[in-house]
């Protein structure tokens, strides 16, 4: 089964103190759409404008990633420009040029309609809307979001949880939509407003999901040295729906193995700048990773 | 096997948003021994004021803690005072009064002395030393501490350091020690300082082992109301030696389920004030817990 993968594709320029390394392959849909497709086909549906590197659209095509749903359209690449602190958690926009994403309308080819696996990477809920409007018969949906769209755009995002199976957001932005501080008690609230998957990213805390079947504490894979944590999210949800799309027998009887992947995949994602550690990384090598997972999380 | 507590044993005024508490039984070895004693007999070392009441005692006494190391001096209990913000997270001490810990020297009776679990709970690193000073059998010593032995103390600290097997604290303390913003890179500075077993706490993140045999990730018990968390870090490593004290089978078997045991009772700890749920608990709760942590994170 493909995923189906909407969201920002991106030109991000990312500053750390010790590096800059601008114009990477960036946006929310780039980073799941590489992510679930170590696992699955993935169509993919964003705009790029004029100015997008030829060497990135081979990148996606070296992944497999049906392009179809690839808008190309005259004018720049939406160019995200950001600043992280030397501990890598906290993060500053440098510069947001929308580009070619302003008039952006997200348009299903006629192949992508029938998809079941349906991930809305972070993109502004409206647009998010309108994918969904125009999938014929989805079976999994997955949204995620950011603190964004909370601040500007809040009826739309709470229309959208109604239309969701999962809703995938971080801790903050948990404690930002309900005003609750305790997470499990945020989670009981985000419920109540649609979904029945909730999963909330911890970064290197790992995550949580509430779901039908009850709470999964997921872990994240240990990492003494974090590059480049951009995209980090992105590449967990990815990896996650990714996974899901090909796992055989229900959501609930494999969601919890599908976040460990996701985790496994974006702990590759902080090992390197935008994608180039992911774009490199081999199943066998994602394979061994979620196996010390289970040796590291037992007892 | 018995464990040897040493620590503070305090009384602990407690303001949240909502309630006062006043003179609650409180203080680290207080949580520590209370928390061991589910799992083995503890022979307590502290100080007491003569204004100590006496359904304190008794309640040590309820959980089988021997009082012989307990000494009874004229003044004033060691009293401390705080307030918690409303999400629970961030707390500011209120008053500090030290009373009779002020010229406290902890002495073993000939009957501790032979002890090999031993816990340095959270108290002056120079006092830790002296109890050390004073085993004549350690098998297997631990250690807490906090920020203000960090400041005030580092020397002594670093000296202990060297004569433990392991060390516990919380994650902001470990990034104070070592200077590393990274949790893994300052785990591996601090087994450099001696201890060959390193935790981390991380509060409702749970908790991380670094051991000869690896790292471990320790899921905390998921609670969707703290009420009070003062104590819980005490509790979590208490419960932890205690299980180990009575465990068969080498540390590094044990070790793991240890840590899973200390963090359920860290749980009951932090949905009362003080002491008051950990001393209702019963070990059927604290066995259900464990079960359920090991459903909540298999995947």
Known sequence: ?????????????????????????????????????????????????????????????????????????????????????????????????????ETFTPTLPKSYQQSE????????????????????????????????????????????????????????EAHQLTKEDNVFAAIRKIHKLGPRYVIIKKGSHGSILSSPKGLFICPAYPLSKVIDPTGAGDSFVGGMMGYLATARGSIDANIRRAMVYGSVVASFCCEGFGLMRTTRTKRSEIEKRVKELEKLTRF
């Open 117 to 172: 696996f349906v991930l809305l990477a972070n993109i502004a809920p409206a647009l998010q809307h309108h994918v969904l409007n125009q999938a014929r018969r989805p079976k999994f949906v997955v949204a995620d979001t950011m603190d964004l769209w909370l601040n500007i755009a809040l009826p739309e995002l709470l229309k959208l949880l109604r239309r969701l199976d999962g809703f995938v957001l971080n801790d903050s």
């Open 1 to 101: 089964m493909s995923v189906l993968v909407v969201g920002s594709t991106a030109l991000d320029s990312i500053k750390t103190p010790k590096s800059e390394n601008p114009r990477l392959l960036g946006g929310s849909a780039s980073h799941a759409a590489v992510a679930a497709s170590f696992f699955s086909p993935v169509k993919l549906v964003g705009v790029v404008g004029d100015d997008f590197p030829s060497r990135y659209i081979q990148l996606y095509r070296r992944h497999g990633i049906d392009l179809e749903g690839l808008q190309r359209m005259p004018g720049k690449t939406f160019h995200w420009s950001g600043e992280y602190e030397v501990n890598m958690n906290n993060r500053r926009t440098l510069l947001t040029e929308l580009g070619v994403f």
